[in-house]
Nanobody, 120 residues
Framework: QVQLVESGGGLVQPGGSLRLSCAAS????????MGWYRQAPGKQRELVAS???????NYADSVKGRFTISRDNAKNMVYLQMDSLKPEDTAVYYC??????????????WGQGTQVTVSS
């Protein structure tokens, strides 16, 4: 069994910062890509940022220059530092990992989501 557990969401004023964390645990052999997605009410889930095991990073255009993704491969953790937050960043943020479990199966896993609300 594999679990992804997010933490760090909350309410913040426009221009503020938040740091999200996600820990992957369980029957893991290898993790390739880890990333963050978000889903706002009435909208589809979208990629925010992703990082491969080798350090290749992708950002959505809407967050470039404001958000920073990083990971700790030894701890199976991924982080999202969110600065200069805007009301349009309000969404449920989901952690995602593309990984190989102990049965050698590769698949995507998702966390339960953490709410980020940017409002004055």
């Amino acid at each position: 069994q594999v679990q992804l557990v997010e933490s760090g969401g909350g309410l913040v004023q426009p221009g503020g910062s938040l740091r999200l964390s996600c820990a992957a645990s369980g029957s893991i052999r290898n993790i390739y890509t880890m990333g963050w997605y978000r889903q706002a009410p009435g909208k589809q889930r979208e990629l925010v940022a992703s990082i491969s095991s080798g350090g290749s990073i992708n950002y959505a255009d809407s967050v470039k220059g404001r958000f920073t993704i990083s990971r700790d491969n030894a701890k199976n953790m991924v982080y999202l530092q969110m600065d200069s937050l805007k009301p349009e960043d309000t969404a449920v943020y989901y952690c995602n990992a593309g990984l190989q479990d102990i049965t050698f199966q590769w698949r995507d896993y998702w966390g339960q989501g953490t709410q980020v609300t940017v409002s004055s």
